[in-house]
């Protein structure tokens, strides 16, 4: 089993800048994949990026291609999502996510992003 916590959400103005961090704890060896999806108030939640934990291989969706950019250190079991030139569409509750067995289903309690225009 693996715990994951999220940290590093605000309040920025639209053109700035935020760290998100999830530490993990427990079993972390196996999972093989790390994500950050988000929902935004009203909509599904969708997926932002992801990084392999051996490779290192990152994935990103459309919408923040350029933009955003997902890392890890795995001697502190933890994974970083830098957000920058932020929009207010990027406003949402930010979820870390494990992969087990090539599905991610395990999830952290989430850190809310708030983007002012």
């Known amino acids: 089993q693996v715990q994951l916590v999220e940290s590093g959400g605000g309040l920025v103005q639209a053109g700035g800048s935020l760290r998100l961090s999830c530490a993990a704890s427990g079993r972390t060896s196996s999972y093989g994949f790390m994500g950050w999806f988000r929902q935004a108030p009203g909509k599904e939640r969708e997926f932002v990026a992801a990084?392999?934990?051996?490779?290192?291989?990152?994935t990103y969706a459309d919408s923040v291609k350029g933009r955003f950019t997902i890392s890890r250190d795995n001697a502190k079991n933890t994974v970083y999502l830098q957000m920058n030139s932020l929009k207010p569409e990027d406003t949402a509750l930010y979820y870390c996510?494990?992969?087990?067995?090539?599905?991610?289903?395990?999830w952290g309690q989430g850190t809310q992003v708030t983007v002012s225009s």
């Open positions: 990084i392999a934990r051996t490779s290192g291989v990152t």
């Open positions: 996510a494990a992969a087990l067995s090539g599905t991610f289903n395990t």
